[in-house]
């Protein structure tokens, strides 16, 4: 029983292992992209742990983003400063009409990363 419960254990650190190297990945390809706002390159963050760390694959329902973007956090040792919602909505909405978040769920309001953003990014870094 013991063995069965260790392998699983192995498997979940790996699962996670790969997933932060991706996440850190992504999050250096969106830092080092000018073309987005500080506001967008939030966004793209979270909606990027979403899409790794969100079993469900529904995406990220805006309520849960209004809380990561409305209000003042702690990232490590840095502030990260709050944005009105009228300014994220306005860049979500902008980012789902560039094809980058497509809406998975109308009620409650919910989006996620495009197939064709995420092979972009990755693709675009092998070429």
């Not at 254990?9 to 190297?21: A, G, P, T, V």
């Not at 973007?69 to 902008?94: G, L």
């Not at 009409?97 to 972009?120: A, F, H, W």
């Amino acid at each position: 029983m013991m063995k069965i419960f260790i392998k699983g254990q192995k498997y979940l650190i790996s699962e996670m292992s790969k997933n932060k190297q991706l996440l850190d990945f992504m999050k250096n390809k969106i830092d080092k992209d000018d073309s987005l706002s500080g506001l967008s390159k939030r966004i793209l963050y979270l909606y990027i742990q979403a899409f790794l760390f969100n079993d469900s694959g529904l995406g990220l329902e805006d309520r849960e983003l209004k809380k990561y973007t409305t209000k003042d956090i702690e990232i490590t040792e840095s502030k990260v400063n709050k944005f009105p919602w009228t300014k994220v909505r306005a860049c979500i909405d902008e980012l789902e009409e560039q094809g980058v978040l497509i809406k998975t769920q109308k009620s409650p309001l919910t989006r996620k990363l495009s197939s064709d953003y995420i092979s972009n990014v990755i693709i675009s870094d092998e070429q």
